[in-house]
C-alpha cells in the first residue's frame, strides 16, 4: 500500500512503478474500498495515479491494459470504469468548448466582483470552523491532492453549505492540485452543482462523511438542502474536430506539451523528426505544484524523447510562435508534429500560434490518440450511455 500521497515523482518511470505497485489491487478490493477517504499518510484502496494520467505520463491504455491483463474486465470494471470517467470528461467537454469558456468568464467575473472576501479566505485556508471540510482544504494546500470522495464532500460544502460560488472553488482546484484538469475539476464541480446532470445536485450529508471517512470527521451544520443553481441552455454537442495524422513524411520537429509527456505512443518512433522541443510553459498550469511537477517531468521527458527519436529535445520554458519557429528552421523542419491538445490552455495557446506558423510556412499537425478517437465520440450524452460502450469499445481494441 501506498503512504504520502504528496510524494508525486514526476517521471514516467515513476507512474509505472506505481501502477505496477497498484494493480494486484484494482480488482475486487478496489470496487470494495474506493469510497473510503482515511486521510493523507494512510493507506489507500485507490491508485493516485491521477497526476501521471493527467499529463499523460502514464496513459489510460497502459493503466486499463495492464489491469486487464492482471484481473480480467468484470473484477476489474469499476477501475476501468473509473478511468474512462477521465476520457469521457474529456471528450464530452471537446464537443462543447463553450462550456469551459464560460467557466473561465465567469470565474474571472467572481474574482473581480464576489464582495465576500472574508469567507473566500477563511474556506481557502481551512479556517470556517465546519469540521472535515477545514482538514480537507488544509490537505489540498499541503499535498497538492484530495481524495475522490473529499472533493465530493468539499465541492458540496463549499457551494451548499458556505453558499460561495461554485467558480471559485473550481479555480481553487485548479490552483492547487498536482492533477489539476480543465475537463475533470470544471464537469465535476458542475456535477455537484447540479448544472451537469439538471436538477441532480450533490447533497454531502454528515453520515456519509462519518461513514466513509471511518469517523475521524461528522460536521455539524451542513446544508440539508440544495437550491438550484441554473444557467442558460448549453450548446448542442458539435462535431469533434476531425484527427489530423501526420500526412506529410518531411522532416519535422516534434512539440510535446503539458497535455501529453508521452510522445513515444503518439508520433511514431521511425517518422523524419529531426528535433524535439518539451514545453514546460504555464498554459494549463495554474498552480505551484502543477508546474513543479510538469517542469521536472519535462526534463524527464526530454531525455525519453532524445533516446526514442535518436534527436536533440530541448526544454522550453515559453510556448510561442516565434520560438518554435526558430527551432523548427534549426532543425531544418516545415512541419511541428504534436500531440492532439484537447478543450483547455494549451489547446488556446496553440490556436493563437497556428496562423503565425502557417506565415512562416511551417505546419503545425496535433495528432490525436486511437484512444480518444474510439471513445471520445461516444460522449455525447450522459456517463450511464458512455458506460455501456466501454466494453465493446475495449474488445474492438482488443483489449479483452
Ligand atoms: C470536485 C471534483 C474535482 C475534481 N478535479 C479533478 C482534476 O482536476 N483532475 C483529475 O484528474 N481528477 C479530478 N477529479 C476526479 C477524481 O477525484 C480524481 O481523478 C481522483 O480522485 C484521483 O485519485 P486516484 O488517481 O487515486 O483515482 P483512482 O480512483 O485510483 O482512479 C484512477 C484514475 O481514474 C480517473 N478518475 C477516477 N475518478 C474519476 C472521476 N470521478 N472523474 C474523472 N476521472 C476520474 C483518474 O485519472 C484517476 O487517476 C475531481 C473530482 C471532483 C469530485
Same mark, same amino acid.
Given at each position: 500500500m501506498q503512504d504520502d500521497p504528496s510524494d508525486f515523482e514526476p517521471s514516467r518511470s515513476a507512474g509505472l512503478d506505481r501502477l505496477a505497485e497498484f494493480v494486484n489491487r484494482a480488482g475486487r478490493s478496489y470496487a470494495a474500498g474506493r469510497n473510503t477517504d482515511d486521510g493523507p499518510g494512510r493507506a489507500t484502496a485507490?491508485? +493516485?495515479?491521477s497526476p501521471y494520467l493527467r499529463y499523460r505520463l502514464v496513459t489510460e491504455r497502459d493503466v486499463v491494459a495492464a489491469v486487464l491483463e492482471r484481473h480480467g474486465f468484470e473484477p476489474a470494471e469499476k477501475f476501468v470504469q473509473e478511468v474512462l470517467w477521465r476520457t469521457y470528461w474529456k471528450g464530452w467537454l471537446e464537443m462543447r468548448p463553450t462550456v469551459w469558456a464560460r467557466f473561465v468568464e465567469e470565474r474571472d467575473r467572481q474574482r473581480q466582483t464576489f464582495p465576500n472576501k472574508r469567507a473566500l479566505t477563511a474556506a481557502e485556508s481551512g479556517s470556517t470552523g465546519i469540521e472535515g471540510f477545514d482538514d480537507w482544504a488544509r490537505e489540498l494546500l499541503a499535498t497538492g491532492y484530495l481524495h475522490n470522495h473529499a472533493r465530493m464532500w468539499f465541492a458540496s460544502i463549499w457551494i451548499f453549505?458556505?453558499?460561495?460560488p461554485w467558480t471559485l472553488g473550481a479555480d481553487f482546484f485548479l490552483r492547487h492540485l498536482v492533477d489539476a484538469d480543465a475537463a475533470s475539476n470544471t464537469l465535476s464541480w458542475r456535477w455537484v452543482a447540479g448544472l451537469q446532470t439538471v436538477g441532480k445536485t450533490y447533497l454531502a450529508t454528515a453520515d456519509n462523511i462519518a461513514r466513509y471517512t471511518n469517523g475521524r470527521f461528522s460536521p455539524k451544520g451542513l446544508a440539508t438542502e440544495a437550491f438550484a443553481i441554473t444557467e442558460p441552455p448549453i450548446p448542442r454537442p458539435q462535431p469533434l474536430p476531425r484527427p489530423m495524422r501526420s500526412a506529410s513524411s518531411d522532416q519535422s520537429l516534434l512539440l510535446v506539451t503539458s497535455d501529453d509527456l508521452n510522445p513515444e505512443t503518439v508520433a511514431? %518512433?521511425?517518422?523524419?523528426?529531426k528535433a524535439a522541443v518539451v514545453a514546460s510553459s504555464p498554459?494549463?498550469? =495554474?498552480g505551484d505544484r502543477a508546474r513543479v511537477f510538469v517542469a521536472k517531468a519535462a526534463a524527464e521527458t526530454a531525455s525519453r524523447v532524445a533516446v526514442s527519436f535518436d534527436c536533440e529535445a530541448n526544454v522550453l520554458v515559453d510556448l510561442d510562435a516565434e520560438t518554435l519557429a526558430i527551432a523548427a528552421r534549426s532543425a531544418g523542419a516545415h512541419q511541428i508534429v504534436t500531440a492532439y491538445a484537447p478543450v483547455g490552455p494549451v489547446a488556446d495557446a496553440l490556436a493563437r500560434l497556428t496562423p503565425s506558423l502557417a506565415g512562416q510556412g511551417i505546419t503545425l499537425v496535433q495528432v490525436r490518440r486511437d484512444w480518444d478517437d474510439l471513445? =471520445?465520440?461516444?460522449? %455525447? +450524452?450522459g456517463f450511464f450511455k458512455f458506460r455501456e460502450q466501454i466494453p465493446e469499445l475495449l474488445r474492438e481494441q482488443g483489449m479483452r
Open positions: 485507490v491508485s +493516485k495515479l453549505t458556505l453558499r460561495l511514431r %518512433t521511425d517518422m523524419p523528426i498554459d494549463g498550469l =495554474w471513445f =471520445w465520440p461516444h460522449a %455525447t +450524452k
